[in-house]
């Protein structure tokens, strides 16, 4: 069984920045595509990123394009979001997940495994 951990939420003003980690346990990380989605109240949630297992491939949302990065350190089974030019409208449950597949999605049906999620506010 996987186990996806969140961490480095939090409240940051207009502007600012966070990262995000996602530390994993129960299996092997180092293959598996890694994505980030996010919830604000009364939305779906949405896309916001993911990257491929043995290579750095990434894919981003529009929305987040240019102001987030996301990283993994397979030798910590961790994966990270960076988080720049933090907007109001980025305010929502940042979730991890993982895919035990090769190819990146989009949809979040795609991903198997989930982290309990991480609250992070931006204030205008």
């Known amino acids: 069984q996987v186990q996806l951990v969140e961490s480095g939420g939090g409240l940051v003003l207009a502007g600012g920045s966070l990262r995000l980690s996602c530390a994993a346990s129960?299996?092997?990380?180092?293959?598996?595509?890694m994505g980030w989605f996010r919830q604000a109240p009364g939305k779906e949630r949405e896309f916001v990123g993911a990257?491929?297992?043995?290579?750095?491939?990434?894919r981003y949302a529009d929305s987040v394009k240019g102001r987030f990065t996301i990283s993994r350190d397979n030798a910590k089974d961790t994966v990270y979001l960076q988080m720049s030019s933090l907007k109001p409208e980025d305010t929502a449950v940042y979730y991890c997940?993982?895919?035990?597949?090769?190819?990146?999605?989009?949809?979040?049906?795609?991903?198997?495994?989930w982290g309990q999620g991480t609250q992070v506010t931006v204030s205008s």
């Open positions: 129960g299996r092997t990380f180092s293959t598996y595509v």
């Open positions: 997940a993982l895919r035990t597949g090769s190819a990146v999605f989009t949809s979040s049906g795609a991903y198997a495994f």
């Open positions: 990257i491929r297992g043995n290579d750095p491939t990434t």
